[in-house]
């Protein structure tokens, strides 16, 4: 089952990078980076916490970042949206973050938890579904939303 | 004669005449300008005799100015073999050796020139201190370096081993590399791997777009 959360839209995935951590190894024939150490990855208002992260970048002509990976224990938090998970990758070109393993989905007061989670960071659409990691068998999905009291 | 003539030869007779200024002058003249010429006379005869006059100096040992350099070289070059057998020059605009114990040579406008795998790469930086026994540079301040690739990167206060082809920072450094510009307390980079290794509290900051070469 899928459960849609709106979110704030439209992110620009070419704005600046700013990566810290403890270790971090930049291999310009591989065009990788390799964080380590509690990393923190910012770019305008996206941040991502991870223990490791990888860097797939190109720079043919100008730096291009193809993809994130990021592993042990990631939070991603955007605006209000928080997400945490096991696994997560951060895919520049078609602009999508992917969590899995145990993903939970906090905004202002809703939770959703659920095996994988996909941010689309162009139209802000946050998507819980069961399946735990790589098309796994059709998991639960659990959510808990709080509605305005009318009285 | 007219009058006015009359009068100017009056005034002349009686500047002339005797006992009077013009007069005396000449009298006193006559007699010390001769003598003037004689005292002179005799001093140029006498002075180079008299013994205080003979001009010389003794050169002391002591207080003569010593280059306590021991050896100081303009437009220095050192060559070596890299540990892959390649060769790799260093040179310098001066070079200056200041002991014989310590194989230290303080360089300045250095530029290093190794050989990499994919072909030649180069290192300059304003002042360093080359260990010729350990073919290892210090560089303090800025330093790049950039590959026959197009690779390059800029830091600060490194150490060059060239032997090895790998940098080793002393302290916190930050710089410059194609992916982005970075800050740690500690790098250190495999020049032939192209790799740079940041320790301790690193920051790199990636600028997706244009490239900005350092």
Known sequence: QHLFAQAIANHNSNAPVNYEADRIEVQDKAKRVVLSGNVDIAQSDLRMRAARTTVAYTDANGIKIDRIDANGGVQVTRGNENARGDVAVYDFNRNVITMTGNVALRRSGDTLNGGRLVIDLDSGLSSVDGRAGAGGSGGRVSGTFNVKQQN | ?214
Request: hydrophobic share 40%; no cysteine.
């Open chain 2, 1 to 214: 004669m007219t009058e006015q003539a009359d009068i100017m030869r009056t005034q002349r007779r009686g500047f002339a005449a005797p006992g009077g200024f013009h007069d005396k002058l000449v009298h006193f003249l006559a007699r010390a300008l001769p003598a003037a010429v004689g005292a002179l006379l005799a001093v140029m005869i006498i002075a180079p005799l008299s013994p205080r006059g003979e001009i010389s100096f003794l050169l002391d040992r002591r207080k003569v100015a010593v280059l306590e350099d021991r050896m100081q070289v303009s437009s220095a070059m050192y060559r070596g073999l890299d540990d892959s057998g390649r060769s790799f020059s260093v040179t310098a605009g001066s070079a200056v050796q200041k002991t014989r114990t310590v194989p230290q040579i303080r360089l300045d406008q250095l530029t290093a020139r190794i050989l990499l795998d994919d072909g030649p790469a180069m290192l300059t930086a304003g002042r360093g201190d080359y260990n010729f026994d350990r073919e290892i540079v210090d560089v303090v301040g800025p330093i790049n370096f950039q590959t026959a690739g197009g690779y390059r990167m800029t830091t600060t206060n490194v150490d060059i081993d060239l032997g090895a082809k790998r940098l080793q920072s002393r302290g916190p450094v930050e710089g410059r590399i194609p992916a982005g510009t970075f800050s740690a307390d500690a790098i250190s980079a495999d020049l032939s791997e192209r790799s740079v290794t940041l320790e301790g509290n690193a920051r790199l900051r990636m600028v997706p777009g244009k490239m900005q070469m350092p």
